[in-house]
């Protein structure tokens, strides 16, 4: 083991660059994922007769395949239909469709995790479908699927070294450069990448865990307590 060359300035640049590309692909998939996965959410949701059950089949059929295959076919498969996306085009996309379709279902729960009352309610108090969804539902169902979500996102910056298959200049692409050089430098790289995506991973798993405690604290707390106008009243 050879600590000292790989851990040298030219190597480090070289996965930093490779990190750089991680976060970014990273970045994108989780913004244009969480929107679509939004809106399957929404739509599966909203029980419209057609498009609903055609974006189950959907969904249902993309979260039941292997993401490594979704990579590989858009990268190798869409090229025989003159659809070419290029190495970081294919790597985002296949992410952000594997990763819409979770997300869908994490969203069509939250939606559904609201007490059908409080939307009865608005409903006849006048309010329309939309400004119930944007005013009651969503609201609070963002609060309650926000841990989750992020879980799903730590899922989605790892499962980025698997676009290492189609050369993707990502951390783990650029440590197999690296230790490819000197059989030496195997250890020592796959430790500081481990090092890399555990400390990434784990402050967002902190995060997570931080929202999701101060859910349970905000929920047990408007399960309990009564608003003093109400406890005025009671006592009356």
Same mark, same amino acid.
């Given at each position: 083991m050879?600590?000292?060359?790989?851990?040298s300035?030219?190597?480090?640049?070289y996965?930093?660059?490779?990190?750089?590309?991680?976060?970014?692909?990273?970045?994108?998939?989780?913004?244009?994922?969480?929107?679509?996965?939004?809106?399957?959410?929404?739509?599966?949701?909203?029980?419209? #007769?057609?498009?609903?059950?055609?974006?189950?089949?959907?969904?249902e059929?993309?979260?039941n395949?292997?993401?490594?295959?979704?990579i590989?076919?858009?990268?190798?498969?869409?090229?025989?239909?003159?659809?070419?996306?290029? =190495?970081?085009? $294919?790597?985002?996309?296949?992410?952000?469709?594997?990763? &819409?379709?979770?997300? $869908?279902e994490?969203?069509?729960?939250?939606?559904n995790?609201?007490?059908?009352?409080?939307?009865e309610?608005?409903?006849?108090?006048?309010?329309?479908?939309?400004?119930?969804?944007?005013?009651?539902?969503?609201?609070?169902?963002?609060?309650?699927?926000?841990?989750? =979500?992020?879980?799903?996102? =730590? $899922?989605?910056?790892?499962?980025?070294?698997?676009?290492?298959v189609?050369?993707? #200049?990502?951390?783990?692409?650029?440590?197999q450069?690296v230790?490819?050089?000197?059989?030496n430098?195997?250890?020592?790289i796959?430790?500081?990448?481990?090092?890399?995506?555990?400390?990434i991973?784990?402050?967002?798993?902190?995060?997570?865990?931080?929202?999701?405690?101060?859910?349970?604290?905000?929920?047990?707390?408007?399960?309990?307590?009564? #608003?003093?106008?109400?406890k005025? &009243?009671?006592?009356?």
């Amino acid at each position: 083991m050879d600590f000292a060359g790989a851990y040298s300035a030219g190597n480090l640049a070289y996965l930093f660059q490779g990190l750089l590309m991680t976060l970014f692909v990273a970045f994108l998939a989780i913004i244009l994922s969480f929107l679509i996965g939004g809106f399957l959410g929404i739509i599966r949701y909203a029980k419209i #007769p057609v498009a609903s059950k055609v974006t189950a089949i959907a969904v249902e059929t993309i979260r039941n395949l292997p993401l490594l295959l979704i990579i590989f076919f858009i990268h190798l498969a869409l090229p025989e239909f003159n659809i070419r996306l290029g =190495i970081i085009g $294919s790597a985002i996309t296949g992410l952000t469709i594997f990763e &819409a379709a979770m997300l $869908s279902e994490i969203i069509r729960s939250g939606l559904n995790s609201i007490e059908k009352g409080q939307i009865e309610a608005a409903r006849s108090s006048g309010m329309t479908w939309v400004q119930t969804m944007q005013h009651i539902i969503l609201p609070q169902a963002l609060r309650r699927m926000v841990p989750p =979500i992020v879980s799903q996102f =730590i $899922s989605l910056l790892k499962d980025t070294s698997l676009a290492t298959v189609i050369m993707l #200049p990502e951390l783990m692409h650029n440590g197999q450069g690296v230790y490819a050089k000197n059989v030496n430098y195997v250890i020592p790289i796959y430790l500081l990448l481990a090092l890399i995506y555990f400390v990434i991973n784990f402050s967002l798993s902190l995060v997570a865990k931080r929202l999701e405690t101060r859910e349970r604290k905000n929920t047990k707390t408007t399960g309990k307590v009564l #608003p003093a106008k109400d406890k005025a &009243a009671m006592q009356g």
